[in-house]
């Protein structure tokens, strides 16, 4: 019993006593804060991340879902008092402060839980010490009898405050300071307008790089490649047709290599733009095209494909390229054994998933990871994030890794 009273009050009281200091703290800050909150933008917006703060602590003791916050304070310059007084997040999070002073009740109601069933037992003892100084629930002890009637009585009130009444100041305090902290949804709708912008913006400066990155490998392919088959073959016809008059058997072997090289040109052409948009999905569209980069996987694969309706071509672009830089990274990294690909349309959504039984690990941050696959993983993150996509990697050490893409197709 005494165990379950100590697991519900001592968290009450914990939250109580910290609030208390946080509160206290923050009411002898805050006039020293707005007055220099005028001239230093900064500071109006830590008094937002505060109240923000104060409100996910509340969010957390109650074991209830993260919210939205506020929005942080807008930016402003050194002294502009117009957009400040504008800021409803500003002026929402200043009603930190007088909630800050509901905690003063609240300290007391802790003190007393924590400290009013063992002040008891120590008094009943101890009382004999110095008889009439000791109290018990604010009365003198003169007497063992004052001890036995006054201690018990205090202790059950100490048991009854650390498992009723600051659990109730506790919650009570957490609710009150979530409703009033509560954004508005005005502010709501801005702050993700916001989120929404910062998101973007981080998503079209990757497709910006990833885009670079493709054109500097296709200008490489086109330089070192089809380029140099191509000056290869003016060469030659230029040689041959020197020796056509004096040696017509050597200029038509010249003719002949010059043949092959255009044909080995063109093949890498060809090559080269397959990378950006690949024939196969005009041709097959993109079950068709998944279909036939299954088949050429030198791993087995077996490949399930749903009804997938009407989707736009950067759509099925995108889906094809991850297809094949994963089998890439599988067949070269993962010793995997198998592959299990699904295809489906979910609602308005392309669901594209992958997995594989090998050896795990794969990671798509800023450095290549150690099986090689960091750059393909990156791109592919890029190349789904410029269509507002998402993807997850999921790969354990051990295995198995999957990777799972939605890709948006519009109503």
């Not at 058997?249 to 052409?269: I, N, V």
Request: neutral net charge; glycine residues 10%; charged residues 20%.
């Amino acid at each position: 019993m005494l165990t379950k009273i100590l697991a519900r009050g001592w968290p009450a009281c914990r939250y109580l006593l910290v609030r208390y200091l946080v509160g206290i703290t923050a009411i002898a800050a805050t006039p020293i804060g707005l007055l220099l909150g005028w001239a230093i933008p900064g500071i109006t917006a830590g008094l937002v991340r505060f109240a923000n703060a104060e409100r996910a602590a509340a969010t957390k003791y109650l074991g209830l879902p993260e919210e939205a916050p506020m929005p942080e304070a807008v930016e402003r310059g050194p002294g502009d008092v117009v957009t400040l007084v504008k800021d409803r997040s500003f002026w929402r999070s200043l009603l930190v402060i007088p909630l800050s002073l509901l905690t003063i009740p609240g300290l007391i109601v802790a003190i007393s839980a924590l400290f009013a069933a063992p002040g008891g037992l120590i008094g009943m003892v101890l009382w004999k010490l110095d008889p009439g100084e000791f109290t018990l629930l604010g009365l003198p002890v003169n007497s063992w009898l004052d001890a036995l009637l006054l201690g018990p009585a205090q202790i059950l009130v100490g048991l009854a405050f650390m498992a009723w009444l600051a659990p109730a100041a506790a919650t009570g305090y957490a609710r009150a300071l979530r409703r009033t902290l509560a954004p508005s949804p005005a502010e709501l709708e801005t702050a993700l307008l916001a989120q929404r912008v910062e998101e973007l913006t981080r998503t079209r400066a990757g497709a910006v790089d990833s885009h670079g990155a493709e054109l500097r490998r296709i200008e490489r392919d086109l330089h070192d490649g089809t380029q140099a088959q191509l000056v290869s073959l003016a060469m030659r016809i230029g040689v041959a047709k020197q020796m056509m008059a004096d040696n017509p058997e050597q200029a038509a072997k010249l003719l002949d290599d010059a043949r092959d090289g255009a044909e080995q040109a063109m093949t890498e052409l060809r090559g080269v733009l397959r990378t950006m948009y690949p024939p196969i999905l005009q041709d097959r569209g993109l079950a068709g095209a998944v279909s036939a980069l299954s088949a050429r996987s030198p791993i087995p694969v077996e490949l399930r494909v749903g009804e997938l309706g009407q989707v736009p071509a950067a759509v099925e672009a995108a889906a094809y390229f991850v297809v094949a830089e994963s089998l890439t990274n599988i067949s070269k990294h993962s010793a995997a054994g198998h592959v299990d690909l699904l295809l489906e349309r979910r609602g308005s959504d392309l669901y594209l998933a992958i997995t594989d039984d090998g050896i795990g690990g794969a990671r798509a941050g800023d450095g290549p990871d150690q099986l090689g696959r960091g750059s393909g993983l990156r791109g592919m993150v890029h190349r789904v994030e410029a269509i507002d996509g998402r993807m997850e990697l999921t790969s354990p050490i051990g295995g198995p890794t999957t990777v799972e893409v939605v890709l948006p197709c519009g109503s």
